[in-house]
C-alpha cells in the first residue's frame, strides 16, 4: 500500500511558475513509476507526465513539453512538477500516481493516487 499527499498547489497568473510535490509513504515508491495528472472542470483526467524509477528518464504530454519538467528525490520518497509558462487552460486539479509503466500512459497504468492539489491560472 502506498499513500500520496500532494502539495504546492495555488493560484499564479498566467506567466508564473509553480512546483508541485507528491510525498510517498508506506511501501516504498522509489521502485515504481511516478506520474502527474490533471483534471479541468467539466473534462476527464488527463496525463501530464512520468519519470521512471531511477529519474532518469521522463515523458510528458505534448500540451506541457518544454513547460513542466518532472523529476524525483528518492531518499525522500519524492516526485516534483515544476511548471513554468502558465496558461490559463492549465487550470485544474493536479494529481500524482504511482504504477509500474513509463511513457505513454492512462488512469488504469496506475495503483495509486493521491487525493489532488488545485492549481489556478488567472489571466
Known amino acids: 500500500q502506498v499513500q500520496l499527499v500532494e502539495s504546492g498547489g495555488g493560484l499564479v497568473q498566467a506567466g508564473g511558475s509553480l512546483r508541485l510535490s507528491c510525498a510517498a509513504s508506506?511501501?516504498?515508491?522509489?521502485?515504481?513509476?511516478m506520474g502527474w495528472f490533471r483534471q479541468a472542470p467539466g473534462k476527464e483526467r488527463e496525463f501530464v507526465a512520468n519519470?521512471?524509477?531511477?529519474?532518469?528518464?521522463?515523458y510528458y504530454a505534448g500540451s506541457v513539453k518544454g513547460r513542466f519538467t518532472i523529476s524525483r528525490a528518492n531518499a525522500k520518497n519524492t516526485v516534483y512538477l515544476q511548471m513554468n509558462s502558465l496558461k490559463p487552460e492549465d487550470t485544474a486539479v493536479y494529481y500524482c500516481?504511482?504504477?509500474?509503466?513509463?511513457?505513454?500512459?492512462?488512469?488504469?497504468?496506475?495503483?495509486?493516487w493521491g487525493q489532488g492539489t488545485q492549481v489556478t491560472v488567472s489571466s
Open positions: 500516481a504511482v504504477g509500474d509503466t513509463y511513457g505513454p500512459t492512462v488512469e488504469d497504468d496506475y495503483d495509486y
Open positions: 508506506g511501501h516504498t515508491a522509489s521502485s515504481y513509476v
Open positions: 519519470i521512471n524509477w531511477s529519474g532518469r528518464s521522463t
